[in-house]
């Protein structure tokens, strides 16, 4: 049976451990997996894109795979086939899709229709492939991944939802603070909430950056402004106080690491001195994408 990542909780905790543990080890020898001999994996992307196309397409050819890019633009989809007849015929010359595009719904459509292993590389909901390559910095920095406090600081995003659900499956405690009226998905956190009645995670959504914060090991943020919601320029009034700043950091845990999965717009969402005051952890998750990735898709695809 074919195995999809379309969601931090298509796993277990078990194998996200496992998947950390083997990208810590893939990060020593780059060329140490060649599961992916022979296999063609195609990467759909809808979305510009930094280190999720370099990372795939590097990491696909690392393992002894052909990484082919396909733009939304290029292919029928532009002008109208049916998502599930596309499924249907990539899977007659594909071995693996990875899809970086804005429906959630969409993509679990797509996997619907096509019977080899899917991977979400972002929609609009959720950014799973970077909370793991995240959890393998907080692992590397750490030596766990439970037992920690994650405190998420800015817009409500697909990052936030995935941190919850992470947090939910893992068992470690998240607090999302956002103004008030860019909360995450209230689904996502339904399916957190759920997960951690399970592992005895702590999930908090507050709207006051200081409360979400305390005691925290790890200070998180994003861009205010998300890609394809460029028109809502505005809205960054609206965070003004939810900027990470050394006075924001003094509220945390006293080794807290702040992590930004980048691009950063500093001066906004981050000061320029906190930005490079963790530099190091911040480019070590964009590295991370790469292990982690490839970590995945040996599991995936053995």
Not at 30 to 36: E, H, I, Q
Not at 158 to 179: D, R, Y
Not at 289 to 300: D, E, G, I, P, W
Request: aromatic fraction near 8%; proline fraction near 3%; charge should be negative.
């Amino acid at each position: 049976m074919k195995r999809d990542f379309l969601n931090i909780s298509d796993l277990t905790k078990d194998e996200i451990l496992q998947i950390i543990e083997y990208g810590v080890k893939l990060k020593k020898d780059k060329f140490s997996d060649r599961t992916l001999e022979g296999k063609s994996i195609g990467l759909i992307f809808m979305k510009p894109s930094t280190r999720t196309r370099l990372s795939f397409e590097v990491g696909v050819h690392q393992m002894g795979g052909q990484p082919l890019y396909i733009t939304g633009s290029s292919t029928q989809l532009s002008r109208g086939e049916d998502i599930k007849d596309t499924g249907r015929v990539m899977a007659r010359y594909l071995d693996g899709l990875v899809v970086r595009t804005y429906s959630h719904k969409e993509l679990e459509e797509l996997a619907r229709y096509f019977d080899k292993p899917v991977i979400n590389a972002l929609t609009d909901y959720l950014h799973p492939c970077q909370i793991l390559a995240d959890l393998q910095t907080i692992y590397e920095r750490f030596g766990k991944v439970e037992d920690i406090k994650v405190a998420f600081v800015g817009d409500g995003n697909n990052v936030a939802n995935t941190w919850l659900i992470a947090g939910g499956v893992v068992g470690f405690n998240v607090s999302v603070a956002t103004p008030e009226g860019y909360e995450p998905s209230g689904m996502a956190v339904y399916e957190a909430l759920k997960l951690a009645k399970k592992t005895g995670a702590e999930i908090v959504v507050t709207n006051d950056p200081v409360e979400a914060v305390k005691e925290a090991d790890v200070i998180y943020t994003d861009v205010w402004v998300s890609m394809g919601q460029e028109g809502e320029e505005e809205k960054k009034k609206d965070f003004e106080s939810f900027i990470v700043n050394n006075e924001l950091i003094k509220h945390a845990s006293k080794n807290a690491l702040v992590m930004h999965c980048l691009p950063a717009h500093k001066g906004e969402e981050i000061t320029e001195e906190v930005f490079e005051k963790f530099a190091d952890v911040i480019f070590d998750q964009a590295e991370n994408r790469l292990h982690a990735q490839k970590s995945l898709m040996n599991f995936l695809f053995k």
